[in-house]
């Protein structure tokens, strides 16, 4: 059949048709409840959505098959790998069994689903019924070499894939909408206003003032829209045309932002790699990867998934940032060399490396209103 559906991929951060291993048929894996606990509205959300999902596929002509698991074992309470089994301390307490906890809440929960108008998926199957795989799975990653103890759990050792996207580029557009209050008050204290508005209305109001402002803020304000459109069309999967001055940046233009490390990170803390979030304000994150059992408490980690520790810095267009600090050891790592590990990386999509170009002449900008 005609392939006519599309997906936003949030790894490639394009908007890609999806093609079916088999022609017209559709495999479809949902995470599903955890069953210690009545799911709360935000749970139900995900189903929600999920059951919308396959529901559409079936409307536009596919033959879906979709498989949930219920989770009535195994789930710790920390992300950690740490902590009791969320089924225990729910058969502890209510004085049940973990097998009548977890008859009672996921019968409760497709009550739930029942109600919501949620097609109960094809295939539901319980982790208990499948724990015998699960072990013959592992064994077959540790001997194949994919896999290792630490700590008296196995983890899936990521160094042996090439492409293993532990992190995606987690960047968020500026908010160039959003609204921003501000009052005016006499030096007396009296109130004279409340005024209301956007950054992207402040940026035109100083762009259209003829004579009002310099022009390195008039500079500003224009790589401000400028960065603010790109990021807006990278998120919604929009083309925009570059820019004159975004086709002269390339990675050769950043030459001179390098990662700089001195010191030596603690035993047990290997430094893994930089991003940047970019929202109404920027986050420089280094990850680190701890090794199991390594105490990180006294180091100031922002915080984890699982084994990878992150810290982050703020970082303001045309300011230094400060140094990542670690024990003794010290990573001076400036945003712009992430632009240039995104326009030097043949990974990076077309449309992230305009966002980068968009960035790096905002920054430039600012840096030279700084500078003014």
Not at 112 to 136: M, Q, S
Not at 221 to 231: E, I, R, S, V
């Amino acid at each position: 059949m005609e392939n006519k559906f599309r997906f936003y991929n949030t790894l490639s951060r394009e908007v890609e048709t999806v093609i079916p291993n088999e022609d017209g048929k559709i495999a479809m894996y949902t995470c599903g409840p955890t069953v210690y606990h009545y799911a709360h509205i935000g749970n139900l959300r995900s189903y929600i959505m999920e059951d919308l999902l396959e529901k559409t596929l079936r409307y536009i002509g596919y033959d879906v098959k979709r498989v949930m698991n219920i989770t009535d074992v195994g789930h710790l309470s920390s992300d950690a790998d740490t902590g009791e089994d969320k089924m225990l301390k729910g058969a502890k307490r209510e004085h049940k069994t973990v097998m009548e906890i977890a008859k009672f809440y996921t019968d409760a929960f497709f009550e739930d689903c029942r109600k919501l108008n949620i097609k109960r998926p094809d295939v539901v199957e319980p982790a208990t019924n499948c724990i015998p795989e699960f072990i013959h799975m592992i064994e077959v990653l540790l001997e194949k070499g994919y896999a290792y103890e630490a700590g008296g759990n196995i983890y899936f050792d990521t160094s042996k894939l090439k492409e293993y996207y532990v992190f995606s580029c987690g960047v968020a557009a500026k908010e160039m909408t959003r609204q921003i209050h501000a009052q005016i008050r006499k030096s007396d204290g009296t109130l004279m206003g409340a005024y209301a508005y956007s950054v992207e209305d402040y940026a035109n109001y100083i762009l259209d003032d003829a004579n009002g402002f310099e022009q390195n803020t008039k500079d500003l304000a224009l790589a401000m829209l400028n960065y603010g459109d790109f990021a807006e069309a990278y998120f919604s999967g929009k083309t925009l045309e570059e820019t004159t001055e975004m086709a002269a940046v390339t990675a050769d233009t950043l030459a001179g932002y390098t990662r700089i490390e001195s010191g030596t990170l603690p035993v047990g803390v290997t430094y893994y790699g930089s991003t940047l979030v970019l929202e109404s304000g920027m986050i420089l994150r280094h990850y680190f990867l701890v090794e199991p059992g390594t105490d990180v408490s006294a180091y100031g980690f922002t915080g984890n998934k699982d084994h990878y520790y992150y810290m982050d810095l703020s970082a303001v267009p045309g300011t230094a940032t400060g140094a990542c600090v670690i024990g003794g050891y010290t990573l001076s790592y400036d945003p712009m060399c992430y632009v240039r590990a995104v326009l030097t990386s043949q990974k990076s999509t077309d449309s992230l490396k305009l966002v980068a170009k968009a960035l790096y002449l905002y920054h430039q900008a600012a840096e030279a209103y700084q500078q003014a």
